[in-house]
């Protein structure tokens, strides 16, 4: 069993195209297996915890966001806290170099002389901002830009919330029954639970989606297992063992088992801060984090029967996944829209609009654009060879409002041909681009590398 589970066994996998696209054509919609907000953006951004769609009315988003800020709630994301920071701000899996042309796609307008002046914040009185947080205070033609209503966790915690009850069932079922902290948590323990997450928001969230990754897989084995007991049920069969059936666990691992995977701590490039003579201590310290993360999580939900997910070994490759894999998740913001929105009335009915929405605007300062941030695995996306002319890149387009990834196509694709985008920054030169590919475990043979290695 321990090799089946084998962490780095890769599948051959190809993205073929079946039709002709043209440049700038959608070639797929991928839904995300795992993703996380950044705990640093849950502030900021008020989103479905499943689909990661903005929820609740534009007043309610911005009179939440003001209302946290003035509780003193911080927003800086670089902050130091003790030892563990030093590597913490570097550490997310969004880190990893693949993403980077995504989030410069997020096309960020700015409202220029339309907001105060950059990072200068007005403040409001918090009797102003609690009233648009109860959206008792309505501004004008916020009903342009509807939202769908907010749906409270159904196991009692204040931390999930969803755009519909098919959301909030969804992650039920995948996930979330094991996570939650509410009253109907499944979890053998909920201050272990608490603090798990608690560890992960202080030093890397990455650890929260290898728990999903987790919790899902144990979820699936449980289903499995009892559409098996109800089968053996109806012939009366008497067998009924509480051993972990193999079988069984690998069905609920294969999504996973499709991503390339490396321990964290051997793929995760060093920090431009850490001196190269400290690279085996600061390898080990990272283990060391991970081996924390892992055993407050079994602290919280370990399953005899799935024990073997419980392993440093499974935990250190599945972040390693996430690191080699993930791409950024962003979602734009409906509040962005709406002030651009005010922004473009005619003179007269802007002026009008204005005297309502600025002291908003004002208090918002720059921070009124603010996107979903996170990061996600997409199984399609990871499936994706390499190139480093690649034909096509993940893409949001003005119309994906979700945590779905799009992937276009950069130029004309032809039936049959292979899709490829690039893990990495293509326009590095040579030796750059194969150390860098070099983490994938693979040298680029794609037709650039060919031609720049004669
Ligand atoms: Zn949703
Ligand atoms: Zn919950
Ligand atoms: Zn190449």
Redesign the pocket.
């Known amino acids: 069993m321990e090799s089946k589970l084998n962490p780095t066994a890769i599948t051959e996998k190809v993205c073929m195209l079946t039709w002709i696209l043209r440049k700038g054509d959608l070639v797929l919609k991928d839904q995300m297996l795992f993703g996380v907000q950044h705990s640093s953006n849950k502030i900021d951004c008020f989103v479905c915890s499943f689909c990661y769609r903005f929820i609740s009315s534009i007043e309610h988003q911005i009179g939440r966001k003001l209302y946290l800020q003035n509780l003193g709630v911080s927003t800086n994301h670089e902050c130091d806290e003790g030892t563990t920071s030093v590597v913490a701000k570097d550490w997310n899996g969004s880190d990893s170099s693949d993403d980077e042309g995504y989030s410069d796609m997020v096309d960020c307008q700015n409202l220029g002389e339309c907001a105060s002046s950059s990072s200068v914040k007005i403040p409001l009185p918090m009797e102003v901002v609690q009233s648009l947080m109860h959206e008792e205070l309505v501004l004008p033609y916020s009903t342009e830009f509807p939202q769908p209503s907010v749906i409270p966790c159904r196991g009692g915690c204040s931390e999930s919330y969803y755009c519909s009850k098919l959301c909030m069932e969804a992650d039920w079922e995948m996930f979330h029954s094991l996570l939650c902290t509410g009253t109907e948590s499944k979890s053998r323990r909920k201050e272990a639970m608490l603090a798990f997450i608690e560890h992960a928001n202080a030093t890397n969230d990455i650890f929260l989606l290898a728990a999903k990754a987790i919790v899902s897989t144990i979820l699936m084995y449980r289903k499995l297992k009892a559409a098996k007991l109800k089968e053996q049920e109806k012939y009366a069969c008497s067998e009924v063992s509480d051993d972990c059936d193999y079988h069984m666990l690998l069905e609920a691992w294969k999504p996973i088992s499709m991503g390339y995977k490396r321990r964290w701590w051997d793929c995760m490039a060093l920090p431009d801060d850490v001196d190269s003579c400290d690279e085996a201590a600061f390898r080990l310290q990272i283990r060391q984090l991970a081996f924390t993360s892992v055993e407050l999580l079994k602290e919280a939900i370990f399953d005899k029967e799935c024990e073997l997910l419980f392993s440093l070994e499974i935990y250190g490759n599945l972040i390693g996944m996430f690191e080699l894999n993930n791409l950024d998740l962003v979602v734009a913001s409906p509040v962005e829209d709406y002030f651009l929105y005010v922004n473009e009335l005619p003179e007269s009915e802007k002026k009008k609009a204005e005297q309502v929405t600025k002291p908003f605007l004002n208090a918002l300062g720059d921070d009124y654009s603010d996107c979903c941030q996170g990061t996600a695995f997409f199984p399609l996306q990871s499936c994706m060879n390499?190139?480093?002319?690649p034909n096509a890149k993940a893409f949001k387009r003005e119309q994906d409002r979700d945590g779905q990834a799009t992937i276009i196509a950069l130029r004309s694709i032809h039936k049959g041909e292979e899709i490829t985008i690039s893990y990495i920054d293509?326009d590095l030169p040579l030796e750059e681009?194969q150390a860098s590919?070099a983490d994938y475990g693979f040298s680029?043979?794609?037709?650039?590398?060919s031609e720049e290695q004669q």
């Open positions: 390499h190139s480093c002319l293509e681009r590919l680029c043979k794609c037709p650039k590398c």
